[in-house]
């Protein structure tokens, strides 16, 4: 039973995270563009895997990479968010309001092992669902021209992470020579 409301829960949440995301990222891009704001990388931040409630959007310019391109680490650089200097934490308040509540939500149909060390099935699926729902909503944003004619590089990134969601977010949402570049940095 409560696989089958949470599984509701997420068929009602995804949609409206998918366009809060879009519509958020879209706006957040056209007011850095406003402001001649360039960047060549694109991230949004959910949180740990286990809490996904605020997203973070990050962006970074060519010239705020720390090492020149012949450095040994400079895909790592490149494509490693954490080491990004633009850290946009208010950008995507629809989105993160729909989480909280979708996360109030979740916590009172889903009752946590108070023992438990690891996502149990249910927190499993209830995660992939949103960072799904995040990763659409990104690829939305894209696909409806909100980087124009440029091809920035774009991932749901967590930080201090090897989460699946980095990896697949980047084979969906850039192009495959760039995809090929991050995959052999990391």
Do not use: C
Not at 122 to 138: K, M, P, T
Not at 145 to 170: C, H, N, Q, R
């Amino acid at each position: 039973m409560e696989t089958e409301a949470v599984a509701s829960l997420l068929m009602e949440v995804q949609p409206a995270l998918t366009s809060a995301v879009s519509t958020g990222a879209r706006e957040h891009v056209a007011r850095l563009q406003a402001q001649g704001i360039e960047f060549y990388g694109y991230a949004l931040l959910p949180g740990e895997p286990f809490n996904i409630g605020n997203l973070v959007a990050v962006t970074n310019s060519e010239a705020d990479i720390q090492v020149p391109p012949g450095d040994e680490e400079y895909f790592e650089y490149r494509f490693a968010v954490d080491e990004w200097a633009h850290w946009w934490h208010d950008e995507l308040s629809a989105a993160n309001a729909l989480l909280a509540e979708a996360n109030e939500r979740f916590a009172s149909l889903h009752t946590r092992n108070p023992d438990g060390f690891e996502m149990d099935e249910v927190e499993v699926a209830y995660s992939e669902g949103l960072l799904e729902a995040v990763v659409s909503g990104l690829y939305a944003a894209k696909t409806s021209g909100t980087f124009g004619d440029k091809e920035p590089f774009l991932v749901v990134w967590m930080s201090d992470s090897d989460a699946a969601i980095i990896t697949e977010s980047v084979s969906r949402l850039n192009l495959p020579a760039i995809a090929d570049e991050f995959i052999a940095a990391f």
